[in-house]
C-alpha cells in the first residue's frame, strides 16, 4: 500500500497541485480539514501545512506529528522570515517553502524526506543535526545507483546501518545483504572467504565453497574495517572491481558476478595510502562516494532524540514501562563526550533500563565518568596520527631503532664500568703482583662472581665496585673470576659468570641462580645452551 501524504486545506490552490503531483509520484494524498486528526489517517509519511503557520491547527498537528515517530514537516509560508531555520525549528518544519512555490521542488524535497523516513525506520538511524542530515541525504541520493560508496566515521557511529540503509532503498533490496569484517578474519583465510575455494585448494579444503563475492551475486557486499586488508588481497580485491569477475582459490575458471561493494573504516586511509599500506587505485575506485558519519559529541543535538528512542526500544523488549530522566540527568549525558559513540549510548540506556532504582534517573543514577563530567578522558583515546607518521617514512624501523638505542645504551655502561674500575684501581694502587684481578689496557675491568652481572646492561647489581674487598681473594680461588678480555661477546661473558657462579657454590643451581640475579629456570636454560657441564 502506497505511503500516504497529508496536505492541510488552508490554502486550497496549492493544496490541490501539491495533491496531483504527489499522486502523480505514486503516493496517496489526504487533504486534512480542520479538526481531522494525523492519528485518524494509516501510514502517513509526509504532513505539508498549505499556509496558517502560527495558526492553533497548524501547531496541534505539528506536536501529533512530533508524536508519531517524528513525522517530516513541510510548510508553505507567506513570508521570507518564516523560512529562516530559527524560524523553522520554533514552528517546527522540517523544511519550509515561500510562497508562490515551485510544486516540483516540493515535491522532490517530499520524496527526500520520506525516503529518509523510511531509512530511519529500516536501519534505526535517528538524528537531526546537520551532519547527519547531510549524511542521510547522501544515503537517499547513492542508493538507487550502483556505485561504490566508502562509509568514514569513528567506531560505533553505525556504518553498518547506512550499508544497510542504501540496500534497502536500492534496488536490490530483496536480494542477499552481506556483511563480513576483514579485521575479524585471519589473513591466511581472508581470501578463501572473499572468494570461495575449491576442493583441495589447502590443507583442509575438504569440499568447494561459495565465498561472499558468490553468495553476495545480484546483491550488496559491506566489507567493515577494509583498511585492515592486506596489499595482497587489495589487489585481488581491485580487479573484482574493475572486471566484475574473480577466480576461486585453487580454481582454474573465472566466474563473473554482479555485486554491489560498500566499504567502511575507522581509519584515514589516505593516510594508509601516504605510508604504502593502502594501494591507492583500490582506495580511488572504493570512494567513488564517501559518506562521513560524525562522531556523537559533534552531533549533540541529536542525543536526546537517540536516548528516548533507545529508552522506548529497550523498554519494550523488557516489557517494562519507560524510564525518564531528570533534566540534570540529560544534560549530563549531552555534555559527556561519547568515546564509544551511540554504541556506548545504547549499552548505557540498557543499563539505566535494568538498574533504574526508580521509574525516574538521577544524575546519581549514572557511572561516574558521566556523572562527574570525565568524558574529557576520552580526549586521551588513540587518535589518527598517519599525517606524523608518513613524515618519517625514511626514518629507519622501529626494530632498527631498538637495536641502536641498545648498542648506545650499551657503549654508555661500559664506559661508566670502565671509570669505577680506573678509580678503584688508582685508589688502591693496584699492581700487577699483588691483584688477583687481571687487567688488560683495552679491557673493561673484572669482577669477583660475587657481584652479580646483568648482561642487558653491563652495571653491577651487587657490591660496588669501590667497595670490593680484593685483598681478601687469595689466589687458588681464582675460579671464581670472570675477566673481559677484547674479542669477547656477552654470551661468552654470561658462560663465564655461570661457570665460575657454580663452582663457587659447589654446583647447586638455585644458589648459583640468586648469586646471579636470574631465575632458577632461566639458568637451566642457558646450562643447556651454552653445553656447561656439571
Not at 533500563?353 to 563530567?373: K, Q
Not at 587518535?383 to 613524515?391: D, N, T
Amino acid at each position: 500500500m502506497p505511503e500516504t501524504v497529508l496536505i492541510t486545506t488552508y490554502d486550497l490552490e496549492p493544496a490541490v497541485r501539491l495533491r496531483d503531483a504527489f499522486e502523480a509520484a505514486g503516493y496517496a494524498v489526504e487533504l486534512v480539514t480542520p479538526g481531522e486528526k494525523i492519528a485518524d489517517v494509516r501510514d502517513p509519511a509526509l504532513l505539508i501545512l498549505s499556509g496558517g503557520l502560527n495558526e492553533k491547527q497548524a501547531r496541534r498537528l505539528v506536536r501529533e506529528a512530533a508524536e508519531h515517530d517524528h513525522l517530516p514537516v513541510i510548510g508553505l509560508a507567506d513570508s521570507i522570515t518564516q523560512t529562516t531555520p530559527e524560524a523553522r525549528w520554533q514552528l517546527g518544519l522540517t523544511r519550509a517553502f515561500t510562497k508562490p512555490i515551485d510544486v516540483d521542488e516540493v515535491c522532490r524535497t517530499g520524496k527526500m524526506l520520506i525516503q529518509r523516513t523510511r531509512l530511519r525506520q529500516l536501519t534505526g538511524i535517528i538524528g537531526e543535526s546537520e551532519p547527519m542530515m547531510e549524511a542521510l541525504e547522501r544515503v537517499v541520493q547513492v542508493a538507487p545507483v550502483n556505485t561504490t560508496v566508502l562509509i568514514t566515521g569513528e567506531s560505533g557511529t553505525g556504518k553498518e546501518r547506512i550499508a544497510r540503509g542504501i540496500h534497502m532503498l536500492s534496488p536490490r533490496r530483496n536480494r542477499a545483504f552481506i556483511a563480513a569484517n576483514v579485521a575479524a578474519l585471519p589473513e591466511t583465510l581472508l581470501e578463501s572467504e572473499l572468494f570461495g575455494h575449491e576442493k583441495g585448494a589447502f590443507t583442509g579444503a575438504v569440499g568447494q565453497r561459495k565465498g561472499f563475492f558468490e553468495l553476495a551475486d545480484k546483491g550488496t557486499l559491506f566489507l567493515d574495517e577494509i583498511g585492515e586488508m592486506p596489499l595482497a588481497t587489495q589487489t585481488k580485491l581491485l580487479r573484482v572491481l574493475e572486471e566484475r569477475e574473480f577466480m576461486r582459490v585453487g580454481g582454474e575458471e573465472s566466474i563473473s558476478v554482479d555485486v554491489r561493494v560498500i566499504a567502511a573504516t575507522n581509519q584515514d586511509l589516505r593516510g594508509l595510502v601516504e605510508m604504502g599500506r593502502f594501494r591507492s587505485d583500490l582506495y580511488y575506485r572504493l570512494a567513488v562516494v564517501q559518506i562521513h558519519l560524525p562522531p556523537l559529541r559533534e552531533r549533540r543535538d541529536d542525543i536526546p532524540l537517540l536516548v528516548d528512542a533507545f529508552i522506548r526500544e529497550t523498554s519494550a523488549e523488557m516489557g517494562r514501562p519507560p524510564i525518564s530522566l531528570a533534566p540534570e540527568t540529560m544534560q549530563r549525558l549531552i555534555d559527556y563526550d561519547w568515546p564509544g559513540n551511540v554504541r556506548e549510548m545504547r549499552n548505557l540506556v540498557e543499563s539505566m533500563c535494568v538498574m533504574a532504582p526508580g521509574s525516574r534517573i538521577e544524575p546519581e543514577d549514572l557511572p561516574p565518568e558521566i556523572r562527574d563530567g570525565a568524558s574529557n578522558r576520552s580526549r586521551m583515546l588513540p587518535v589518527p596520527v598517519s599525517q606524523a607518521v608518513a613524515s618519517l617514512e625514511h626514518a629507519p624501523s622501529p626494530e632498527l631503532e631498538f637495536v641502536f638505542r641498545t648498542i648506545l645504551q650499551l657503549r654508555i655502561d661500559m664506559e661508566e664500568l670502565r671509570a669505577q674500575f680506573e678509580q678503584y684501581r688508582r685508589a688502591h694502587e693496584l699492581s700487577s703482583t699483588t691483584a688477583p684481578v687481571h687487567y688488560a689496557p683495552d679491557a673493561i675491568g673484572a669482577a669477583p662472581v660475587g657481584v652479580a652481572m646483568n648482561h642487558d646492561s653491563m652495571r653491577p647489581h651487587g657490591r660496588a665496585l669501590d667497595h670490593l674487598d680484593i685483598e681478601d681473594v687469595d689466589a687458588e680461588d681464582e675460579h671464581s673470576i670472570v675477566v673481559y678480555r677484547p674479542g669477547m661477546t656477552l654470551q661468552d661473558i654470561e658462560k663465564a659468570a655461570i661457570i665460575a657462579a657454580l663452582k663457587d657454590v659447589g654446583g647447586n643451581r638455585r644458589r648459583a641462580a640468586e648469586m646471579l640475579g636470574m631465575g632458577e629456570r632461566t639458568l637451566y636454560r642457558k646450562i643447556k645452551e651454552y653445553e656447561i657441564p656439571l
